[in-house]
């Protein structure tokens, strides 16, 4: 079995950035797609930003403009920068490892424990 870590997250001010960390360890398996989900207060959750194995991205339309995400290969380790925060932004942010095959029994999905963000003045 593997593992993800995030870490960042805080208290930040409206209008400004954060920027999120994620260390996958998933013992020499690829991975086929990682990403961000977020929970808002009293919400469901929902994408962020995730990237596959071939390199293709997708943002979440609330974030779209705003993120930025780029991914170490050789540290599986994947970053989030979002910018202009708003308040809306405050939520609970996961990070989702889809270890081994894309589909099927094959495959692992990892979820860290999240981590805090709060906007706000």
């Known amino acids: 079995q593997g593992e993800v870590m995030e870490s960042g997250g805080g208290l930040v001010q409206p209008e400004g950035s954060l920027r999120l960390s994620c260390v996958a360890s998933?013992?020499?398996?690829?991975?086929?797609?990682m990403g961000w989900f977020r929970r808002p207060p009293g919400k469901e959750r929902e994408l962020v930003a995730i990237i596959t194995e071939d390199g293709r991205t997708t943002y979440g339309d609330s974030v779209k403009g705003r993120a930025t995400l780029s991914k170490d290969n050789a540290q599986n380790t994947l970053y989030l920068r979002l910018d202009s925060l708003k308040v809306e932004d405050t939520a609970v942010y996961y990070c989702?490892?889809?270890?081994?095959?894309?589909?099927?029994?094959?495959?692992?999905?990892?979820w860290g424990r999240g981590t805090q963000v709060t906007v706000s003045t």
């Open positions: 998933i013992g020499g398996r690829t991975i086929a797609k």
């Open positions: 989702y490892t889809r270890a081994g095959a894309s589909i099927g029994p094959w495959g692992e999905d990892l």
